[in-house]
């Protein structure tokens, strides 16, 4: 009954290779998210989605692209994987009471894509 | 650009003591938050305190804020071995973005 699930926990691949991770919740939740947590532990968002539909993207290089097939599920794939992009990556997810604010977001575990 | 600021970077204190973190940020926000983060696992939502709060207390965790200084606290107090982790700070500036410091690492010697 885990309430945000990603898969892999572990990516190990190599630069040049496209990869995907998955993400899932299960709390109803309307608005979902990526983030990229780097080695000094700086995490910072990437994309958000709500219903679907792409609200934010953060001047992420256009070889990440998410895929929210629905609510519950928030995807993202990586084409032509580089060394920078070895990070952990975590996936979340709020309530979104409609007032453009950020209340409680819940985790995913993450996932950690070490690129060689 | 990183909004939020933490400090001290690293905190390691006894078992039973108190330990206080500090945020600082840059702008007007709507909220801010307090997330814990064990090692190897995702964040976990501790408290929420709005601009127009001033402090919050949820079991042993109690934030102030002060959006004159644009600086907010935590205060664990009677700290336990399972405090050990880091602790990060964020801000909603709307646009359901939350902006994330680069967090405290806590440690509870036994």
């Known amino acids: 009954d885990t309430a945000v699930s990603q898969t892999p926990k572990y990516l190990v691949t190599q630069m040049g290779n496209d990869k995907s991770i998955k993400c899932e919740q299960n709390?109803?939740?309307?608005?979902m998210y990526w983030y990229k947590q780097d080695s000094k532990k700086f995490l910072k968002i990437m994309f958000s989605y709500n219903n679907k539909e792409l609200i934010i993207n953060e001047t992420v290089p256009n070889r990440f692209s998410p895929k929210s097939p629905d609510k519950a599920h928030l995807n993202l794939h990586i084409n032509s994987l580089e060394l920078g992009d070895s990070a952990v990556y975590f996936c979340?997810?709020?309530?979104?009471?409609?007032?453009?604010?950020?209340?409680?977001?819940?985790f995913g575990p993450g996932t950690r894509l070490t690129v060689t | 650009s990183q909004q939020g600021e933490e400090d001290p970077q690293a905190l390691s204190i006894q078992e039973g003591e108190n330990a206080t973190m500090n945020c600082s940020y840059k702008?007007?926000?709507?909220?801010l938050q307090w997330y814990r983060q064990n090692s190897g696992r995702g964040l976990v939502h501790l408290i929420l305190i709005r601009s127009n709060e001033r402090e919050k207390h949820s079991g042993r965790l109690r934030v102030t804020l002060d959006t004159s200084k644009k600086s907010s606290s935590l205060l664990i107090t009677a700290s336990r071995a399972a405090d050990t982790a880091s602790y990060f700070c964020a801000t909603s500036q709307g646009a359901q973005k939350l902006v994330f410091g680069q967090g405290t690492r806590l440690t509870i010697n036994p």
């Open positions: 709390l109803g939740h309307d608005t």
């Open positions: 702008t007007s926000i709507n909220n």
């Open positions: 979340a997810s709020s309530h979104n009471l409609g007032t453009g604010d950020s209340y409680e977001q819940y």
